[in-house]
Each structure stands twice: as structure tokens, then as C-alpha cells.
């Protein structure tokens, strides 16, 4: 088993945890409220520019010409330009353009992209390798659970086209060639280091779905 499997296994609880969140559970069966679903998306249309910038980065250092060009197909998939998926799911929200642009970080979303911009500037693209490992292999683990479930029941086309977008025939080849590249590579050396990667990657998804279901705001001051 390799390190990245080991780090899996031993924090599988909090895996399970993120994988398995009322939040996805409920956007499974189509009985998530909409303004818990609009939140979340608004974040993550915020969180995914620091996403932008991480991959870019590790792009920049990547071992090899086959590394930078995975991260560079899973990069041109983000950016796209024909690729309009926020804006349409905005408009068939009700959400208009100057209200999603002028969205604000919430903590936990700020403090996610922080940690990882800051990751990619300061460390190796196998640290870059392993975080997306996490944020990826995460939303493939429940996209695809969801999608192999018989008795789900989404009858809401923005949480059908969501959950689609996770599922194997999108991000199965890129986590799997994640899991391959981090299984092949000598970790000895920094096995405490990708142990926080790993976690700290895994506590922030799971925070991320907590931050949309229930609610956080800013502390204002006085």
C-alpha cells in the first residue's frame, strides 16, 4: 500500500465524514434547500480561483513534460473559456452577475485558498500533487457514490449536472494518475509534511460543505 493509500486509510474516518456530509447527501436526493446549494456554489466559484492559481503553480514546477501536461488538461478544463457552467448555474438560480461577483470569501473559504496558494508558492509539485489528490479524490468519491446509488432520486438538473461533473468519466483518469504519480515517488524523506498536506487539505473540504450547510459569516466589528 502506498503512503498516500496509508494516509487514506488512517484518517478514513474524517474521509468518510466529508464524503458522506448532509450537504451531499442531500443534494444526492434532490432535497437540499436551493439557498444552501447557492452559498455553497458562490464560494466555490471564489475558492476556485485560488484553485486556478495553485495548479498553475505546480504546473510551473512539474518533474516532467507528462506531469505538466495532466495538470494542464485538469487546468484547461477550469478555465475554459467555452466552459460556462458557473454562469449558466448562476442565471438558473436566480443569482445575478453583480451579486455573484461581488461575492466575499467566507473563513473557512479564505483560509482554504490561503493555505493552499501559500503551499504551491513556498513547496514542490508533490505537494500540489497531494492536495489535489484530496480535493479531488474527495469530490470523485461522493460524485460517484452518488451516481452508482440506485435509490437516489435528484430531480433538480443544477444538482444533477454537479454531481455529474464528479463522477468517473471526469475526474476518474486525473485522480487515478494522481494516486499512480504520489504511489511511484520516494515520500520517505517528507512523510511528515504530506501527513499535514494530507489533513489539512481533508479538514478544510469537510469544513467547506459545514461552512454552506450551516451557515458561517464574518465577525464584524465594532
Excluded at 152 to 177: A, C, K, S, T
Amino acid at each position: 500500500m502506498s503512503y498516500i493509500q496509508q494516509l487514506k486509510m488512517s484518517h478514513r474516518c474524517l474521509w468518510e465524514k466529508t464524503v458522506t456530509h448532509p450537504f451531499v447527501l442531500e443534494m444526492g436526493e434532490g432535497t437540499l434547500p436551493e439557498q444552501k446549494f447557492i452559498t455553497y456554489f458562490a464560494q466555490d466559484y471564489v475558492f476556485i480561483k485560488d484553485l486556478v492559481t495553485m495548479t498553475a503553480l505546480g504546473i510551473s514546477k512539474a518533474p516532467s513534460m507528462e506531469a505538466a501536461s495532466i495538470l494542464s488538461d485538469f487546468l484547461a478544463g477550469i478555465i475554459d473559456p467555452e466552459n460556462d457552467l458557473f454562469v449558466r448555474t448562476f442565471k438558473e438560480l436566480g443569482v445575478n452577475e453583480n451579486e455573484y461577483s461581488t461575492v466575499s470569501a467566507s473563513p473557512t473559504t479564505q483560509a482554504f485558498g490561503d493555505f493552499i496558494v501559500r503551499v504551491a508558492l513556498e513547496g514542490s509539485f508533490e505537494d500540489v500533487a497531494t492536495i489535489l489528490y484530496v480535493t479531488e479524490g474527495t469530490y470523485l468519491d461522493w460524485g460517484t457514490r452518488l451516481l452508482q446509488n440506485p435509490n437516489r432520486r435528484v430531480i433538480n438538473n443544477v444538482y444533477q449536472e454537479w454531481i455529474n461533473l464528479h463522477g468517473p468519466n471526469v475526474l476518474g483518469d486525473f485522480v487515478d494518475w494522481l494516486d499512480r504519480y504520489l504511489a511511484e515517488i520516494d515520500l520517505s524523506k517528507v512523510i511528515v509534511r504530506t501527513e499535514y498536506l494530507f489533513l489539512t487539505a481533508l479538514r478544510y473540504e469537510y469544513m467547506f460543505w459545514q461552512a454552506a450547510y450551516k451557515g458561517q459569516q464574518w465577525l464584524e466589528g465594532e
